[in-house]
């Protein structure tokens, strides 16, 4: 996410040239706008994954609330879903990206006044992006599904799943019961998904 940082002249230089050619945003992924009703991740990051959101757990829960009322409204399913102190990832169906990506940013712009108002930091830099994939598989679905479970446990902030309150995982295990839940992540394992761009 912040390898930009990291490259010398020239490799930043060839790389905004084939972001030219490819008529890609210079320094963001692309995003995929479709009128089908498909599956994404969605997700967004504190700037430099400062831990801005997880200041103390008022501030995730409503996090967590908003986040679902929007994706609940311009969603047709909303599968999953984990609010961290510096990040949130959501998995969707919608055939409303863009509309949706455009309350995020909403949601971004009003949360940043607040927080910084809040902990009297005027100007900071609260949210760095929000990037949207397409899922491409059923095994990419399930497989997402874990990731997204499972990072509280990844990043330390829980033991178990259903530990971590702002989170869907409680209510999947509730649902689908913890042998089934056992042999997806079997099944469907995270491996290396999200490497960089999750921290």
């Given at each position: 996410?912040?390898?930009?940082?990291?490259?010398?002249?020239?490799?930043?230089?060839?790389?905004?040239?084939?972001?030219?050619?490819?008529?890609?945003?210079?320094?963001?992924?692309?995003?995929w706008d479709s009128e089908n009703n498909l599956n994404y991740i969605v997700s967004a990051a504190c700037y430099e994954h400062q831990h801005?959101?997880?200041?103390?757990?008022?501030?995730?829960?409503?996090?967590?609330?908003?986040?679902?009322?929007?994706?609940?409204?311009?969603?047709?399913?909303?599968?999953?879903?984990?609010?961290?102190?510096?990040?949130?990832?959501?998995?969707?169906?919608?055939?409303?990206?863009?509309?949706?990506?455009?309350?995020?940013?909403?949601?971004?712009?009003?949360?940043?006044?607040?927080?910084?108002?809040?902990?009297?930091?005027?100007?900071?830099?609260?949210?760095?992006?929000?990037?949207?994939?397409?899922?491409?598989?059923?095994?990419?679905?399930?497989?997402?599904?874990?990731?997204?479970?499972?990072?509280?446990?990844?990043?330390?902030?829980?033991?178990?799943?259903?530990?971590?309150?702002?989170?869907?995982?409680?209510?999947?295990?509730s649902e689908i019961g913890k042998d089934k839940a056992i042999e997806i992540w079997k099944t469907y394992p995270v491996l290396d998904y999200?490497?960089?761009?999750?921290?």
């Amino acid at each position: 996410m912040y390898k930009w940082r990291n490259m010398t002249i020239a490799e930043r230089d060839e790389l905004l040239r084939f972001r030219k050619q490819q008529s890609r945003p210079w320094h963001s992924p692309p995003h995929w706008d479709s009128e089908n009703n498909l599956n994404y991740i969605v997700s967004a990051a504190c700037y430099e994954h400062q831990h801005i959101i997880g200041k103390n757990p008022s501030r995730l829960s409503h996090l967590e609330q908003i986040l679902r009322e929007i994706c609940e409204h311009y969603s047709s399913e909303v599968h999953a879903w984990c609010v961290l102190p510096n990040h949130y990832h959501v998995l969707i169906k919608t055939d409303q990206m863009k509309a949706l990506r455009t309350q995020l940013g909403r949601m971004h712009g009003k949360t940043s006044r607040q927080w910084n108002l809040e902990d009297g930091c005027k100007g900071r830099k609260v949210w760095f992006n929000c990037v949207e994939r397409i899922i491409r598989s059923e095994r990419h679905y399930w497989a997402t599904i874990n990731y997204i479970h499972h990072n509280p446990v990844k990043h330390g902030f829980a033991e178990k799943w259903e530990q971590w309150p702002f989170s869907s995982a409680a209510q999947y295990l509730s649902e689908i019961g913890k042998d089934k839940a056992i042999e997806i992540w079997k099944t469907y394992p995270v491996l290396d998904y999200g490497k960089e761009w999750d921290y």
